[in-house]
Protein backbone atom coordinates (compact mmCIF):
# COMPACT_ATOMS: atom_id res chain seq x y z
CA UNK A 1 0.00 0.00 0.00
CA UNK A 2 1.40 3.58 -1.08
CA UNK A 3 2.45 6.30 1.53
CA UNK A 4 0.43 9.29 1.64
CA UNK A 5 1.68 12.02 -0.17
CA UNK A 6 3.77 14.16 1.35
CA UNK A 7 1.94 13.26 5.47
CA UNK A 8 3.65 14.33 8.89
CA UNK A 9 6.43 11.48 8.08
CA UNK A 10 7.01 12.95 4.52
CA UNK A 11 10.70 11.53 3.77
CA UNK A 12 10.89 9.91 7.01
CA UNK A 13 11.24 6.26 6.15
CA UNK A 14 11.55 5.07 9.99
CA UNK A 15 10.55 5.56 13.58
CA UNK A 16 13.99 6.95 14.42
CA UNK A 17 14.12 9.39 11.60
CA UNK A 18 10.28 10.50 12.90
CA UNK A 19 11.82 10.71 16.17
CA UNK A 20 14.74 13.06 15.39
CA UNK A 21 13.11 15.15 13.03
CA UNK A 22 9.92 15.58 14.90
CA UNK A 23 11.03 16.18 18.57
CA UNK A 24 14.67 17.62 17.55
CA UNK A 25 14.55 19.03 14.09
CA UNK A 26 11.78 20.53 13.78
CA UNK A 27 11.28 22.69 16.51
CA UNK A 28 14.63 24.81 15.56
CA UNK A 29 14.83 27.91 14.80
CA UNK A 30 16.44 29.26 11.66
CA UNK A 31 19.62 31.70 11.06
CA UNK A 32 19.20 31.93 7.28
CA UNK A 33 23.02 33.34 6.76
CA UNK A 34 22.91 33.21 2.99
CA UNK A 35 20.07 34.42 0.76
CA UNK A 36 18.81 37.17 -1.72
CA UNK A 37 15.87 38.63 -0.23
CA UNK A 38 15.65 41.91 -1.24
CA UNK A 39 16.18 44.40 2.23
CA UNK A 40 13.66 47.01 0.86
CA UNK A 41 10.94 43.94 1.00
CA UNK A 42 11.64 44.03 4.26
CA UNK A 43 12.54 47.19 5.45
CA UNK A 44 8.85 48.18 3.70
CA UNK A 45 7.00 45.06 5.00
CA UNK A 46 5.86 44.03 1.34
CA UNK A 47 2.07 42.61 1.44
CA UNK A 48 2.04 40.62 -1.96
CA UNK A 49 -0.58 41.53 -4.03
CA UNK A 50 -1.60 37.65 -4.83
CA UNK A 51 -0.39 34.70 -5.07
CA UNK A 52 1.33 34.56 -8.33
CA UNK A 53 3.40 37.30 -6.60
CA UNK A 54 4.35 36.15 -4.06
CA UNK A 55 4.83 32.26 -5.75
CA UNK A 56 6.18 32.97 -9.08
CA UNK A 57 7.53 36.55 -8.63
CA UNK A 58 11.58 36.35 -9.16
CA UNK A 59 11.94 32.32 -8.34
CA UNK A 60 14.29 31.32 -11.63
CA UNK A 61 14.26 28.07 -10.25
CA UNK A 62 10.27 27.76 -11.34
CA UNK A 63 11.34 30.08 -14.66
CA UNK A 64 13.75 27.23 -15.61
CA UNK A 65 11.26 24.40 -14.90
CA UNK A 66 8.40 26.18 -16.77
CA UNK A 67 10.50 26.72 -19.85
CA UNK A 68 11.38 23.52 -19.76
CA UNK A 69 7.43 22.03 -19.54
CA UNK A 70 6.76 24.28 -22.97
CA UNK A 71 5.30 27.90 -21.28
CA UNK A 72 6.45 30.70 -23.42
CA UNK A 73 8.17 33.78 -21.56
CA UNK A 74 5.40 36.32 -21.64
CA UNK A 75 3.90 33.35 -18.97
CA UNK A 76 6.91 33.23 -17.08
CA UNK A 77 8.35 36.87 -17.08
CA UNK A 78 6.08 38.32 -19.94
CA UNK A 79 3.21 40.64 -19.90
CA UNK A 80 0.41 38.10 -19.03
CA UNK A 81 -2.20 39.16 -16.03
CA UNK A 82 -0.46 37.03 -12.85
CA UNK A 83 -3.73 34.52 -12.82
CA UNK A 84 -2.35 33.31 -16.14
CA UNK A 85 1.02 32.85 -14.87
CA UNK A 86 -0.13 30.99 -11.89
CA UNK A 87 -2.35 28.67 -14.22
CA UNK A 88 0.29 27.64 -16.66
CA UNK A 89 2.37 26.79 -13.81
CA UNK A 90 -0.03 24.87 -11.90
CA UNK A 91 -0.71 23.29 -15.37
CA UNK A 92 2.75 21.81 -16.25
CA UNK A 93 4.06 21.07 -12.30
CA UNK A 94 2.23 17.61 -12.36
CA UNK A 95 4.78 16.76 -14.88
CA UNK A 96 7.52 17.31 -12.40
CA UNK A 97 7.73 13.86 -10.75
CA UNK A 98 11.43 14.30 -9.30
CA UNK A 99 11.94 17.11 -9.54
CA UNK A 100 12.23 19.01 -6.20
CA UNK A 101 10.21 22.05 -7.11
CA UNK A 102 6.90 19.61 -6.88
CA UNK A 103 7.59 19.21 -3.28
CA UNK A 104 8.65 22.50 -2.59
CA UNK A 105 5.56 24.29 -3.76
CA UNK A 106 2.68 21.74 -2.20
CA UNK A 107 5.31 22.09 0.83
CA UNK A 108 4.77 25.82 0.59
CA UNK A 109 1.14 25.64 -0.05
CA UNK A 110 0.70 23.56 3.53
CA UNK A 111 2.45 25.45 5.64
CA UNK A 112 1.75 28.74 4.93
CA UNK A 113 -1.81 29.03 3.14
CA UNK A 114 -3.24 25.22 5.16
CA UNK A 115 -4.31 24.17 1.31
CA UNK A 116 -3.61 20.54 1.18
CA UNK A 117 -5.03 20.49 -2.72
CA UNK A 118 -2.80 18.96 -5.67
CA UNK A 119 -1.48 21.44 -7.81
CA UNK A 120 -2.70 20.96 -11.29
CA UNK A 121 -4.24 22.54 -13.76
CA UNK A 122 -7.78 21.59 -12.61
CA UNK A 123 -6.96 23.34 -9.41
CA UNK A 124 -5.70 26.16 -10.13
CA UNK A 125 -8.76 28.47 -10.25
CA UNK A 126 -9.30 26.75 -6.51
CA UNK A 127 -5.75 27.37 -5.49
CA UNK A 128 -5.72 31.00 -6.82
CA UNK A 129 -9.24 31.79 -4.47
CA UNK A 130 -7.68 29.91 -1.73
CA UNK A 131 -4.92 31.67 -1.39
CA UNK A 132 -5.54 34.92 -2.35
CA UNK A 133 -8.36 35.04 0.41
CA UNK A 134 -5.77 35.02 2.77
CA UNK A 135 -3.06 36.90 1.05
CA UNK A 136 -3.66 40.16 2.53
CA UNK A 137 -3.62 38.88 6.28
CA UNK A 138 -0.28 39.99 8.03
CA UNK A 139 1.23 36.94 8.43
CA UNK A 140 2.06 36.65 4.48
CA UNK A 141 3.55 39.72 4.59
CA UNK A 142 7.55 39.36 4.11
CA UNK A 143 8.07 39.98 7.99
CA UNK A 144 5.34 38.23 9.06
CA UNK A 145 6.03 34.97 7.16
CA UNK A 146 9.78 35.18 8.19
CA UNK A 147 8.29 35.52 12.04
CA UNK A 148 6.11 32.43 11.06
CA UNK A 149 9.47 30.46 10.00
CA UNK A 150 10.55 31.05 12.97
CA UNK A 151 13.79 32.83 11.37
CA UNK A 152 16.18 34.40 14.09
CA UNK A 153 18.69 35.96 11.67
CA UNK A 154 18.88 36.81 8.10
CA UNK A 155 21.98 37.53 6.21
CA UNK A 156 20.91 39.24 2.67
CA UNK A 157 23.71 39.75 0.03
CA UNK A 158 24.86 43.31 -0.77
CA UNK A 159 27.18 45.33 -2.91
CA UNK A 160 30.35 46.83 -1.32
CA UNK A 161 28.65 50.03 -2.82
CA UNK A 162 25.85 49.48 -1.12
CA UNK A 163 24.36 52.42 0.74
CA UNK A 164 22.63 49.87 3.27
CA UNK A 165 19.84 52.43 3.90
CA UNK A 166 17.14 49.30 4.41
CA UNK A 167 19.19 47.64 6.76
CA UNK A 168 19.54 50.67 8.63
CA UNK A 169 16.10 51.18 8.75
CA UNK A 170 15.19 47.98 9.72
CA UNK A 171 17.74 47.73 12.51
CA UNK A 172 16.23 51.35 13.55
CA UNK A 173 12.55 50.07 13.84
CA UNK A 174 13.16 47.17 15.91
CA UNK A 175 12.02 44.28 13.78
CA UNK A 176 12.00 40.49 15.88
CA UNK A 177 14.41 39.43 13.20
CA UNK A 178 17.76 40.49 13.09
CA UNK A 179 18.55 41.33 8.91
CA UNK A 180 22.64 41.99 8.50
CA UNK A 181 24.49 42.68 5.12
CA UNK A 182 26.76 40.02 3.27
CA UNK A 183 29.88 42.11 1.75
CA UNK A 184 29.59 40.52 -1.84
CA UNK A 185 32.59 42.41 -4.13
CA UNK A 186 32.05 40.56 -7.36
CA UNK A 187 32.16 43.18 -9.44
CA UNK A 188 35.32 44.79 -7.81
CA UNK A 189 36.55 41.04 -8.76
CA UNK A 190 35.60 40.49 -12.07
CA UNK A 191 37.97 42.70 -13.66
CA UNK A 192 37.18 40.84 -17.04
CA UNK A 193 34.00 41.46 -16.81
CA UNK A 194 32.04 44.39 -19.07
CA UNK A 195 31.06 47.18 -16.63
CA UNK A 196 34.46 47.26 -14.37
CA UNK A 197 35.55 50.62 -15.41
CA UNK A 198 32.18 52.20 -14.67
CA UNK A 199 32.04 50.05 -11.63
CA UNK A 200 35.29 50.86 -9.92
CA UNK A 201 34.34 54.77 -10.49
CA UNK A 202 31.30 54.15 -8.37
CA UNK A 203 33.49 52.27 -5.65
CA UNK A 204 35.84 55.24 -5.91
CA UNK A 205 33.05 57.68 -5.16
CA UNK A 206 31.07 56.04 -2.13
CA UNK A 207 34.65 55.69 -0.54
CA UNK A 208 36.15 58.83 -1.18
CA UNK A 209 39.41 57.15 -2.54
CA UNK A 210 40.47 58.42 -5.88
CA UNK A 211 41.50 54.91 -7.38
CA UNK A 212 44.75 54.95 -9.87
CA UNK A 213 46.31 52.03 -8.28
CA UNK A 214 45.68 48.68 -7.21
CA UNK A 215 46.70 49.79 -3.78
CA UNK A 216 43.72 52.74 -3.72
CA UNK A 217 41.14 49.53 -4.83
CA UNK A 218 42.16 47.58 -1.36
CA UNK A 219 41.90 50.76 0.64
CA UNK A 220 38.50 51.64 -0.96
CA UNK A 221 37.67 48.43 -0.30
CA UNK A 222 38.64 48.40 3.09
CA UNK A 223 36.50 51.90 3.73
CA UNK A 224 33.35 49.75 2.65
CA UNK A 225 33.92 47.07 5.01
CA UNK A 226 34.15 49.14 7.92
CA UNK A 227 31.16 50.76 6.59
CA UNK A 228 29.33 47.31 6.53
CA UNK A 229 30.75 46.44 9.97
CA UNK A 230 28.92 49.41 11.62
CA UNK A 231 25.57 47.49 10.54
CA UNK A 232 26.83 44.30 11.66
CA UNK A 233 28.23 42.58 9.06
CA UNK A 234 30.64 39.15 9.49
CA UNK A 235 29.88 37.55 6.29
CA UNK A 236 31.79 37.65 3.06
CA UNK A 237 30.37 35.75 -0.64
CA UNK A 238 32.23 35.28 -3.47
CA UNK A 239 30.82 33.70 -7.01
CA UNK A 240 34.11 31.63 -8.03
CA UNK A 241 32.76 30.92 -11.40
CA UNK A 242 33.37 28.02 -13.16
CA UNK A 243 36.99 26.87 -11.78
CA UNK A 244 39.42 28.46 -8.85
CA UNK A 245 42.43 30.12 -10.00
CA UNK A 246 45.96 31.53 -8.13
CA UNK A 247 48.46 33.64 -9.67
CA UNK A 248 50.85 35.76 -7.72
CA UNK A 249 51.92 39.49 -8.88
CA UNK A 250 53.77 41.99 -8.04
CA UNK A 251 51.89 45.62 -7.28
CA UNK A 252 53.57 47.05 -10.39
CA UNK A 253 52.15 44.17 -12.16
CA UNK A 254 49.35 44.45 -10.57
CA UNK A 255 48.96 48.62 -10.97
CA UNK A 256 49.67 47.63 -15.04
CA UNK A 257 46.75 45.94 -15.45
CA UNK A 258 44.25 47.90 -13.25
CA UNK A 259 45.55 50.94 -15.92
CA UNK A 260 44.98 48.63 -18.55
CA UNK A 261 41.61 47.83 -17.38
CA UNK A 262 40.29 51.46 -16.60
CA UNK A 263 41.68 52.02 -20.45
CA UNK A 264 39.44 49.43 -21.99
CA UNK A 265 41.93 47.44 -23.08
CA UNK A 266 41.60 44.03 -23.27
CA UNK A 267 43.55 41.30 -20.45
CA UNK A 268 44.98 38.04 -20.95
CA UNK A 269 43.03 35.48 -18.46
CA UNK A 270 46.08 35.19 -16.81
CA UNK A 271 46.59 38.82 -16.12
CA UNK A 272 42.95 38.70 -15.14
CA UNK A 273 43.35 36.17 -12.44
CA UNK A 274 46.49 37.67 -11.35
CA UNK A 275 44.05 40.61 -10.63
CA UNK A 276 41.38 38.22 -8.77
CA UNK A 277 43.64 36.36 -6.95
CA UNK A 278 45.19 39.40 -5.38
CA UNK A 279 41.70 41.25 -4.81
CA UNK A 280 40.81 37.54 -2.87
CA UNK A 281 44.12 37.48 -0.95
CA UNK A 282 43.59 41.06 0.53
CA UNK A 283 39.97 40.41 1.21
CA UNK A 284 40.43 36.93 3.24
CA UNK A 285 42.97 38.36 5.12
CA UNK A 286 40.47 41.34 5.99
CA UNK A 287 38.04 38.87 7.17
CA UNK A 288 40.41 37.08 9.27
CA UNK A 289 41.27 40.09 11.15
CA UNK A 290 38.20 40.84 11.96
CA UNK A 291 36.39 37.57 12.72
CA UNK A 292 34.15 37.52 9.64
CA UNK A 293 33.92 34.58 7.72
CA UNK A 294 34.37 34.00 4.06
CA UNK A 295 32.20 32.02 1.73
CA UNK A 296 33.45 30.60 -1.84
CA UNK A 297 30.72 29.50 -4.49
CA UNK A 298 32.31 27.58 -6.59
CA UNK A 299 30.77 26.30 -10.39
CA UNK A 300 28.32 28.55 -11.53
CA UNK A 301 28.41 28.57 -15.43
CA UNK A 302 26.23 32.17 -15.94
CA UNK A 303 24.19 33.61 -18.64
CA UNK A 304 25.03 31.06 -21.49
CA UNK A 305 21.98 32.00 -23.37
CA UNK A 306 23.21 35.35 -24.87
CA UNK A 307 20.01 36.39 -26.90
CA UNK A 308 17.90 35.42 -23.51
CA UNK A 309 20.94 37.49 -21.21
CA UNK A 310 20.13 40.74 -23.05
CA UNK A 311 16.58 40.47 -22.99
CA UNK A 312 16.90 39.92 -19.70
CA UNK A 313 19.30 39.99 -17.49
CA UNK A 314 21.22 37.99 -14.93
CA UNK A 315 20.05 35.64 -12.24
CA UNK A 316 16.99 34.88 -14.50
CA UNK A 317 17.21 31.07 -14.78
CA UNK A 318 19.81 31.07 -17.72
CA UNK A 319 22.91 29.41 -15.52
CA UNK A 320 23.89 25.82 -15.15
CA UNK A 321 26.78 23.97 -13.50
CA UNK A 322 29.99 24.14 -14.57
CA UNK A 323 33.20 21.65 -14.96
CA UNK A 324 36.19 23.27 -14.14
CA UNK A 325 39.24 22.86 -12.74
CA UNK A 326 39.19 23.21 -9.21
CA UNK A 327 41.63 21.46 -6.43
CA UNK A 328 44.78 22.68 -7.21
CA UNK A 329 44.43 26.22 -7.41
CA UNK A 330 41.97 26.42 -4.58
CA UNK A 331 44.26 24.96 -2.28
CA UNK A 332 46.97 27.30 -3.71
CA UNK A 333 44.83 30.24 -2.32
CA UNK A 334 43.70 28.82 0.94
CA UNK A 335 47.52 28.16 1.44
CA UNK A 336 48.52 31.95 0.46
CA UNK A 337 46.31 32.97 3.27
CA UNK A 338 47.16 30.08 5.91
CA UNK A 339 50.34 30.93 5.30
CA UNK A 340 49.75 34.13 7.39
CA UNK A 341 47.79 32.37 9.62
CA UNK A 342 45.04 35.09 8.09
CA UNK A 343 42.90 32.02 7.02
CA UNK A 344 39.17 33.13 7.97
CA UNK A 345 36.64 30.78 8.96
CA UNK A 346 35.58 29.73 5.21
CA UNK A 347 32.63 27.59 3.72
CA UNK A 348 33.37 26.11 0.25
CA UNK A 349 30.23 24.82 -1.66
CA UNK A 350 30.03 23.34 -5.29
CA UNK A 351 27.48 23.34 -7.86
CA UNK A 352 29.07 20.30 -9.38
CA UNK A 353 28.71 17.17 -7.17
CA UNK A 354 31.58 15.36 -9.02
CA UNK A 355 33.86 18.15 -6.17
CA UNK A 356 32.11 17.18 -3.36
CA UNK A 357 35.21 14.84 -2.70
CA UNK A 358 37.44 17.41 -3.23
CA UNK A 359 36.09 20.00 -1.17
CA UNK A 360 35.14 17.77 1.88
CA UNK A 361 38.72 16.52 1.54
CA UNK A 362 39.94 19.72 1.14
CA UNK A 363 38.67 21.29 4.18
CA UNK A 364 40.49 19.24 6.15
CA UNK A 365 44.09 20.67 4.77
CA UNK A 366 43.28 23.62 6.62
CA UNK A 367 41.41 22.65 10.36
CA UNK A 368 43.55 24.75 12.79
CA UNK A 369 42.18 22.94 15.74
CA UNK A 370 41.10 26.15 17.35
CA UNK A 371 37.72 26.73 15.97
CA UNK A 372 35.25 23.82 15.73
CA UNK A 373 34.51 23.23 11.83
CA UNK A 374 36.77 26.68 10.51
CA UNK A 375 36.68 24.74 7.22
CA UNK A 376 33.16 23.92 6.03
CA UNK A 377 31.61 22.10 3.16
CA UNK A 378 28.74 24.23 2.73
CA UNK A 379 25.51 22.46 2.14
CA UNK A 380 23.72 21.61 -1.34
CA UNK A 381 23.60 24.47 -3.38
CA UNK A 382 21.50 25.57 -6.25
CA UNK A 383 21.27 22.71 -8.43
CA UNK A 384 22.24 20.95 -5.62
CA UNK A 385 19.16 21.72 -2.97
CA UNK A 386 17.05 18.97 -4.07
CA UNK A 387 17.17 15.35 -2.39
CA UNK A 388 19.97 13.56 -3.78
CA UNK A 389 21.86 16.53 -4.12
CA UNK A 390 21.97 17.31 -0.67
CA UNK A 391 22.57 13.05 0.64
CA UNK A 392 25.40 13.25 -1.70
CA UNK A 393 26.55 16.19 0.19
CA UNK A 394 25.99 14.80 3.37
CA UNK A 395 27.56 11.40 2.98
CA UNK A 396 30.50 13.19 1.75
CA UNK A 397 31.25 15.47 4.38
CA UNK A 398 30.28 12.69 7.10
CA UNK A 399 32.42 9.64 5.58
CA UNK A 400 35.40 12.60 4.84
CA UNK A 401 34.78 15.07 7.57
CA UNK A 402 32.60 15.94 10.34
CA UNK A 403 28.96 15.94 10.31
CA UNK A 404 28.66 16.82 13.59
CA UNK A 405 30.39 20.26 12.61
CA UNK A 406 28.14 21.18 9.89
CA UNK A 407 26.52 24.80 10.15
CA UNK A 408 23.67 23.39 7.84
CA UNK A 409 21.22 24.29 5.32
CA UNK A 410 20.32 28.19 4.03
CA UNK A 411 17.85 29.19 1.65
CA UNK A 412 20.33 31.21 -1.07
CA UNK A 413 16.82 32.35 -2.60
CA UNK A 414 14.76 35.04 -3.48
CA UNK A 415 11.33 34.07 -2.21
CA UNK A 416 10.04 34.90 1.50
CA UNK A 417 8.06 31.20 0.94
CA UNK A 418 11.70 29.08 0.74
CA UNK A 419 11.99 28.19 4.13
CA UNK A 420 10.33 24.71 3.76
CA UNK A 421 13.84 24.37 2.35
CA UNK A 422 15.30 24.29 5.63
CA UNK A 423 12.73 21.20 6.25
CA UNK A 424 12.98 19.35 3.59
CA UNK A 425 16.84 19.49 4.29
CA UNK A 426 15.83 18.77 7.88
CA UNK A 427 13.84 15.42 7.01
CA UNK A 428 16.11 14.45 4.59
CA UNK A 429 18.82 14.67 7.49
CA UNK A 430 16.90 13.01 9.73
CA UNK A 431 16.26 9.94 7.89
CA UNK A 432 19.55 9.66 6.81
CA UNK A 433 21.03 9.44 10.37
CA UNK A 434 18.13 7.50 11.33
CA UNK A 435 18.63 5.09 8.95
CA UNK A 436 22.47 4.39 10.02
CA UNK A 437 21.12 3.76 13.48
CA UNK A 438 18.20 1.23 12.42
CA UNK A 439 20.86 -0.14 10.85
CA UNK A 440 23.33 -0.49 13.47
CA UNK A 441 25.68 2.00 12.17
CA UNK A 442 25.58 4.36 15.14
CA UNK A 443 24.05 3.91 18.65
CA UNK A 444 20.50 4.74 19.87
CA UNK A 445 22.17 7.17 21.96
CA UNK A 446 19.06 9.71 22.29
CA UNK A 447 21.41 12.01 24.30
CA UNK A 448 23.76 12.18 21.32
CA UNK A 449 20.91 12.24 18.94
CA UNK A 450 19.63 15.07 19.72
CA UNK A 451 22.86 17.05 20.27
CA UNK A 452 23.79 16.46 16.35
CA UNK A 453 20.60 17.23 14.92
CA UNK A 454 19.48 20.51 17.01
CA UNK A 455 23.14 21.69 16.30
CA UNK A 456 23.52 21.07 12.28
CA UNK A 457 20.07 22.31 12.18
CA UNK A 458 20.53 25.80 14.30
CA UNK A 459 23.16 25.47 16.98
CA UNK A 460 26.48 25.06 14.74
CA UNK A 461 25.27 28.17 12.89
CA UNK A 462 24.30 30.30 15.54
CA UNK A 463 28.05 29.41 17.10
CA UNK A 464 30.11 29.84 14.15
CA UNK A 465 28.88 33.05 12.85
CA UNK A 466 28.29 34.71 16.30
CA UNK A 467 25.40 37.01 14.53
CA UNK A 468 24.14 38.12 17.99
Same mark, same amino acid.
Request: hydrophobic residues 40%.
Given at each position: ?????????? +?????????? =?????????????? #??????????????????? $???????????????????????????????????????????????????????????????? +????????????? #????????????? /??????????? #????????? +????????? *?????????? %?????? %????????????????????????? %?????????????????? /????? *??? &???? #?????????????????????????????????????????????????????? &???????????? !??????????????? %??????????????? *???????????????????????????????? $?????? /?????? !??????????????????????????????????? =????? =???? &??? !?????????????????? $?????? *???????????? $??
Amino acid at each position: MAKPFMDEHF +LLESPTAQKL =YHEYAAPQPIIDYH #CHLPPVEIAENKQFRNIAE $LWLGGDHYKWRYMRSAGVTEDFITGKQPDIEKFRKFCEVLPMGVGNPLYHWSHLELQRYFGVNT +LVSRDTANDLWAA #CNAQIGKSELSAR /GLMLRSKVRVV #CTTDDPIDD +LAYHKAIAA *DGFQVKVLPT %FRPDKS %FKIDVSGFQEYIGKLAAVSDVAINR %FTDVTKALGRRLDFFATL /GCKLS *DHA &IDIG #CFYEDATEGELDTILAKAMANQPLSRFEAEQYKTAILVFLGREYAKRGWAMQLH &IGAQRNNNTRQF !NALGSDTGWDSVGDG %FVSVKLAMLLDALDR *DDLLPRTILYCLNPIHNEVLATMIGNFQDGKV $LGKMQF /GSGWWF !NDQKDGMLRQLTALSQLGNLGAFVGMLTDSRSFLS =YTRHE =YFRR &ILC !NLVGGWVENGEYPQDWKL $LKKLVE *DVCYNNAERYFA $LG
